[in-house]
């Protein structure tokens, strides 16, 4: 039988998982309405020449991707911290599929370099033609997007085990609890769909995929930020240490 108490490591560790999802949703919306949806277009000479007049934007844009890979580092730490009481391989495996979905935006912020890189003055580039160059900076571009939904069922997955585990525990409402399951398994169903059959983000908006689980991310973490976590115990104490 576990103790009901909640100890001050795990209310320590819910607001600085609040604030991170928060943070987190502030650097995402800066990275891409700030960047890229403003000099990322479907010309692929337009968006060279904005890559080009704007370089140190796109690398602020690197910078955050970075800073949001540290960031998710921190939430998965400070979420493991809160339900490990819980079920402690549940937590691990939420852990695991995290970290997967965090390294895919290091592998954006190495593209963004790559595709800034082809665009530059090195003494090796002008064996390429500029309109090669370009083509080539831009398949760099989509690769990140590439890894991004790669990563995308990855932070599904991990959503859906911390949101089980927030149901069991009811540190935080129920009915939060379960919108986070519903959100993360159609974030897993879209983007493993997607992978399968690509014209499914012709048939399913591709920002729908994500939409819901941005949201309960959100909600979460404005409740754990100022609300912090529910005294009321883990429902099913068989479940801990399984």
Known sequence: MTSNIIDQSQHKAAKVAGFTFLFAFAIVVFSNYSINFRFIVPDVEETARNIIAHQTLFRINIVSNL??????????????????????????????????????WGFMALNTLAAIRLLGEASYLPVFET????????????SSWDAYYIGLPFWGLASAVCSYLWL???????????????????????????LIFPNFGEKVNLYLFDVPLTIFEITLGIWLLFKGLRPVGVAHPNLINQ
């Open 67 to 104: 800073v949001y890979l540290v960031t998710l580092i921190v939430m998965f730490t400070s979420l493991y911290v809160i339900l490990k009481p819980v079920n402690k391989n549940l937590a691990l495996a939420a852990v695991f599929f995290r970290l997967l979905y965090a390294l895919m």
């Open 131 to 142: 309109n090669q160059l370009q083509t080539l900076s831009r398949l760099h571009l989509n």
């Open 168 to 194: 069991r525990s009811r540190y935080i409402p129920r009915a939060l609890a379960s919108f986070g399951i519903i959100s993360s398994v159609w974030c897993v169903f879209c983007g493993f769909t997607f």
